[in-house]
């Protein structure tokens, strides 16, 4: 019975794929019966469940299940030559299970209507409309910067602890869904991760567990980050999947805070971006621009290399590669380099809006 168990569940992974890729023809239908009808619920039970526990049960189940793979090869890994069959049957019928309650649980998400179809966004811009988009960014980024107290050369630290940072992210999401009530944040359910230092070592800032619908952040990155990852997985446990989606709805929620300080991460972060971009398409361009933002921000992009660089190791190569490929088998073809196209939807989402 088991044998035959593992066999259906082993032929069922193919059959999910296919069932998979018809799907995702069809995000209109994901959108409206998956990511806004049923998935609203799954989020909200799990954030409601596992929200309130101050350290991260996804992290622990994570560990649990490595220790349990370790120890599974440790005492099957002979099986490969007496029963290869079996062996592999054992492993295809997991497959087939983790790879049904990630769809499930969240993975549809992936295959959503894209946001700028649901927020009325154009997907496309000109140079001409970055650089306008690029320079009232600069212009906000440097008033907000004084505005806080600081002189132009002096970085700013965001004065919270993180645990102040997850209560104060919340006031955005409400402010923001106002204008977009498909942006609702509740309950809340953000922690910092225990693994955090392996995270940095692998070059991530935070992740989603969608197992727990817990979003992680790393508690080790630098503080003017630190609002807008938070503000960045809470995108992912609403259900926005797209990398570069969730990072635009979390600049938003980051600029629609009423707490200045946040409101400042989020516009240098957009400007980050933006400034970027433009380095990408007119290397001459972007160096007349450098000087004109306040050298205070300047440091703070500085000092988040140099974090980085600080933790560069071959293994961070090797994680990127894995991560660019799971992104690209999960409908953003253009994998890790997706986080760049948030500029489209910064462009054209201030077209017509005061910055």
């Not at 019966?33 to 596992?50: A, C, E, H, L």
């Not at 350290?55 to 120890?71: E, N, V």
Request: charged share 20%.
């Amino acid at each position: 019975m088991q044998k035959r168990t593992k066999v259906i569940l082993t032929l069922l992974l193919p059959i999910q794929y296919i069932a998979l890729h018809i799907l995702k023809r069809f995000p209109q239908f994901i959108e409206t019966y998956y990511s806004q009808g049923i998935y609203p619920y799954i989020g909200k039970i799990s954030r409601y469940v596992f929200g309130w526990i101050p350290f991260s049960i996804g992290d622990i189940i994570y560990a649990l299940l490595i220790i349990f793979l370790f120890r599974w090869l440790f005492k099957n890994i002979r099986r490969i030559g007496r029963e290869p069959f079996l062996f592999a049957l054992d492993i295809t019928a997991a497959l087939s299970i983790i790879y049904f309650l990630f769809n499930i649980m969240w993975g549809l998400n992936y295959y959503r209507v894209p946001l700028n179809t649901t927020l009325g966004l154009e997907k496309d811009y000109t140079t001409e409309e970055l650089l306008n988009t690029t320079h009232r960014l600069i212009a906000k980024s440097n008033e907000l910067h004084r505005q806080l107290g600081y002189a132009d050369s002096t970085k700013i630290d965001i004065p919270y602890t993180h645990q102040e940072i997850f209560e104060k992210s919340i006031n955005g999401y409400q402010n923001l869904e106002k204008e977009y009530p498909n942006l609702h944040y509740s309950p809340k359910s953000i922690k910092k991760s225990t693994w955090s230092l392996g995270l940095t070592y692998l070059g991530y800032s935070g992740y989603f567990n969608p197992l727990t619908g817990e979003a992680q952040v790393n508690r080790l990155i630098k503080t003017y980050k630190f609002p807008v990852v938070s503000c960045h997985e809470q995108a992912h446990q609403i259900g926005y999947a797209a990398e570069n989606e969730a990072n635009f709805i979390a600049t938003l929620a980051a600029l629609h805070n009423d707490d200045p300080y946040i409101q400042y991460t989020g516009y240098i972060f957009a400007l980050r971006y933006c400034v970027n971009e433009i380095a990408r398409r007119d290397i001459k361009v972007y160096e007349e621009i450098l000087p004109t933002i306040n050298f205070g921000i300047l440091e703070s992009y500085r000092e988040m290399r140099e974090f980085w660089d600080s933790y560069k190791n071959p293994f961070e190569n090797i994680s990127k590669a894995f991560w660019d490929q799971f992104l690209k088998a999960n409908n953003q073809s253009k994998g890790i380099m997706s986080y760049s196209y948030m500029v489209a939807l910064v462009v054209n989402y201030f077209e017509d809006k005061p910055i």
